[in-house]
């Protein structure tokens, strides 16, 4: 089946931090694979995608390359803020069908 | 643009009772809602499909008589947990994709935390 697995956290970095957050998934099919981001007290907001294999998705200084080789999709920032404190979440979708699988989601602090 | 609201954000409610969750896309129109549920330190699972008009598409495994789900309109989508218990207690997510796009688009809502007691 479709599924996403994602590291643990909480991550805690202090702020200008490189940050990587790895991603890995399991899927029938060619997915479109998903960074969210949620923060507090908020709904979860798509921060990047990407839909098919080597496509780099980018956003807010956030980067993720689509590896079909690894199976996996990345999630990097070069230098972080304090502001980028939030949970993120690797999800994939699979063309056709509705179900957009989550992993459990990162806690990532950023402190001054 | 591309707000989606909850309602309520928190609820407490006593084993046996039934409560309404309110999902409403607030400036655009989703013949599609999704509903989530996440469990702690786990990821969202997928409940079920609701689409406007016509009834949900519900996910193997969830009660369809438990967890009744109305799409009446094309700016909201109510999920009513029947008879609840302490297990039903969740944090319940909602999202909505716009209408004539494809559902790889999602908007989310903020979530409602449901306590049975």
């Known amino acids: 089946g479709n599924s996403v697995t994602q590291m643990e956290g909480p991550v805690t970095l202090s702020e200008e931090a490189f940050l990587t957050i790895n991603c890995t998934y399991t899927a029938t099919g060619y997915p479109s694979l998903f960074w969210y981001v949620q923060y507090p007290g908020e709904g979860l907001q798509l921060l990047l995608k990407?839909?098919?294999?080597?496509d780099k998705g980018s956003n807010k200084g956030f980067e993720a390359t689509y590896r079909k080789e690894t199976t996996s999709f990345h999630l990097e920032k070069g230098s972080v803020q304090v502001s980028d404190s939030a949970v993120y979440f690797c999800?994939?979708?699979?063309?056709?069908?509705?179900?957009?699988?989550f992993g459990a989601g990162t806690r990532l602090t950023v402190k001054p | 643009g591309a707000v989606v609201s909850q309602h309520p954000s928190r609820v407490i409610c006593k084993s046996g009772t039934s409560v309404k969750i309110e999902c409403r896309s607030l400036d655009f129109q989703a013949t599609t809602m999704f509903w989530y549920r996440q469990f702690p330190k786990k990821s969202l699972m997928l409940m079920a499909t609701?689409?406007?008009?016509?009834?949900?598409?519900?996910e193997q495994g969830v009660e369809k008589d438990k967890f009744l789900i109305n799409h009446a309109s094309l700016t909201l989508s109510t999920l009513t947990v029947t008879s609840a218990h302490p297990e039903d207690s969740s944090f319940y997510i909602c999202?909505?994709?716009?209408?004539?796009?494809?559902?790889?688009?999602?908007?989310f809502g903020p979530g409602t935390r449901l306590t049975v007691l």
């Open positions: 999202s909505a994709t716009p209408t004539g796009s494809s559902t790889d688009t999602q908007y």
């Open positions: 990407a839909t098919k294999a080597d």
């Open positions: 609701s689409n406007e008009g016509s009834k949900a598409t519900y």
């Open positions: 999800a994939l979708k699979v063309s056709g069908d509705n179900d957009m699988r």
